[in-house]
């Protein structure tokens, strides 16, 4: 038999096919009293017995507000515990929970309403430069008409009502007190199927406008579930969560990796702070911490790192976007994570799709994204001709199984474009499979230079600048060229107190690279333009330095 690239994980345990709120009910009735969610920033430490009554009291208030199975809701906010309080209580009525980036404007937020058609919202008033409430209320309501429904709530006490137009959070539960049953929530809930949607999240838009991806109980209970067991999550464990709720990695990887284990949720920060990461280690003794390579790097980097007793630290998941070796091995090494995870997925596969088992050897921990999850396909195809690969060609990755969204809400030609009559979602991806399934990323289709007809993949020189001592990490993107179509530019970040200058960078550079994949843009810099979630926005570097070469600022 030829070997092709194609895998498929089978699993000893089934697929869980019971919507969220059932499963969860029965971990909370296992372990009562142990902590589900403990917020640092609020002060509020929540078992699971109280966190599912408080949850059910929310649950309740939704339907005093009119909230049917499959309305709309959407949340705009940081990381607090009436997030995922909010998460739990939606998935048990029924109704479809929707994502929205604390960081967006008001021209985004608009957007993601309109496209998700979102009924209720629930908001903060306000968080740093960001004023939740005003941007609301300057929305033309003939904008968002389907919109009906202003719920505000403040993290750090009451909220205050910024206009007659707004309930707040006591009052939406208040009501549900008043108003709905015990009994007639667990009518509702009895109504609810595994494949009902229960989640939009928004993708990255980094290629345009952002589409909301539809997902099920279905989806995500299992990745939560499967993620937890890769992990070797118990009730014991304590998950440090420095990443963003509103992405699938905060929602899924983290919270329901751990509700649905009996696992504790800790929230160190309303939005990322590498000290609050580190501080809430210690005092939680957390046995696990999630986040992107740039979250790591910068609490690697803090001068009073070492300060920190980080002695708890069992396992984690690194992901989001690609994760040097370097940095790896310093996690393991020096915050004793020893059975760091490197994770591969996206937003439409629910988001996990691979995983890197504690009991890799260290080279494919840190050369692969792994194996494919339980119960989940994935094979490497032909961009062009969408033909099976041999196992070591590249090819674009794709996925089949339970993982796999609904599709784009109200957007069926986006939706046929991405997954085949055969359900197979397209990823976008590069990558390469080896015998054993492993797979090993080596870029995005989209992402890809072409100089003078030579394809270039940015993960292949961002791989070897990153071998250099003093690189903490780099982006490489593609740069407008009259003559060449696309030169390859580079921004390199150096190590905390490390000197590092162009020149060196070039020197490394010529030593693993062919001249072509040279950079010929090339800076150092200190930091770069992130997204909430922590990876770096290649575009905005893109603009950054075709600007300048515009002008002619850019060497």
């Not at 790192?305 to 996690?331: H, N, Y």
Request: hydrophobic share 45%.
């Amino acid at each position: 038999m030829r070997r092709v690239s194609y895998c498929h994980v089978g699993g000893l345990t089934p697929l869980v096919g019971v919507p969220i709120h059932d499963f969860l009910e029965d971990v909370a009735r296992r372990f009562p009293d142990r902590d589900a969610l403990v917020s640092i920033p609020q002060g509020i430490r929540l078992s699971y017995a109280a966190f599912f009554r408080e949850a059910a009291r929310l649950a309740k208030g939704l339907m005093a507000l009119g909230i049917a199975r499959g309305d709309r809701v959407g949340i705009w906010a940081t990381d607090n515990v009436e997030w995922v309080l909010l998460q739990v209580a939606t998935a048990q009525v029924g109704a479809v929970l929707v994502n929205i980036n604390p960081a967006n404007k008001a021209p985004e937020l608009e957007h993601a309403l309109r496209a998700a058609r979102v009924q209720a919202l629930f908001l903060m008033p306000e968080f740093k430069a960001s004023r939740y409430a005003e941007v609301v209320m300057a929305l033309p309501r003939e904008r968002v008409p389907e919109l009906r429904q202003l719920v505000i709530f403040d993290p750090s006490g009451p909220a205050r009502r910024p206009s007659p137009a707004f309930l707040t959070w006591q009052e939406v539960m208040g009501r549900g007190e008043a108003e709905v049953t015990d009994g007639t929530l667990a009518e509702r809930a009895a109504t609810l199927e595994a494949d009902d949607p229960i989640n939009i999240q928004f993708t990255s838009g980094t290629t345009g406008a952002p589409k909301p991806v539809v997902l099920t109980h279905m989806n995500i209970l299992n990745n939560g579930w499967f993620a937890g067991e890769v992990l070797g999550f118990t009730e014991r464990d304590r998950l440090c969560v420095p990443v963003p709720f509103y992405h699938c990695f905060g929602m899924v990887v983290s919270n329901l990796a751990c509700l649905t284990r009996g696992a504790a949720i800790v929230i160190p920060a309303p939005h990322f702070e590498a000290g609050a990461t580190l501080l809430a280690i210690e005092r939680e003794r957390c046995t696990a911490v999630h986040g992107v390579p740039t979250m790591f790097v910068a609490e690697l980097e803090r001068p009073d790192f070492r300060k920190f007793d980080l002695s708890s630290l069992r396992t984690g998941i690194m992901a989001g976007a690609p994760c040097a070796r370097e940095l790896v091995r310093r996690v393991i090494a020096e915050m004793g994570c020893r059975e760091l995870l490197i994770g591969y997925g996206q937003t439409e596969a629910s988001p996990i799709t691979h995983l890197t088992r504690p009991t890799d050897p260290f080279e494919r921990r840190v050369g692969t994204v792994g194996t494919n999850l339980p119960h989940q396909e994935v094979k490497v195809v032909d961009p062009g001709t969408g033909r099976l690969l041999p196992v070591g060609e590249q090819g674009e990755v794709c996925f089949r199984g339970y993982h796999v969204m609904r599709g784009y809400f109200g957007m069926e030609e986006a939706t046929r474009r991405t997954i085949d009559a055969a359900g197979w979602l397209r990823s976008g991806d590069l990558g390469v499979m080896d015998a054993d399934g492993y797979l090993r990323i080596t870029g995005r289709l989209k992402d890809m230079i072409v100089r003078g007809g030579e394809k270039i993949y940015p993960a292949e020189i961002e791989a070897w600048l990153g071998r250099h001592p003093a690189v903490a990490q780099c982006a490489v993107f593609g740069v407008g060229d009259p003559k060449w179509g696309e030169e390859v530019g580079a921004w390199v970040q150096p190590h905390e107190g490390a000197s590092l200058t162009a020149e060196e960078v070039l020197a490394h550079a010529r030593q693993g690279l062919a001249h072509y994949k040279i950079p010929r843009y090339l800076r150092i810099v200190r930091e770069f333009p992130l997204t909430v979630t922590g990876k770096i926005r290649k575009f905005r570097i893109r603009e950054i330095v075709e600007a300048e070469l515009r002008g002619g600022a850019a060497r």
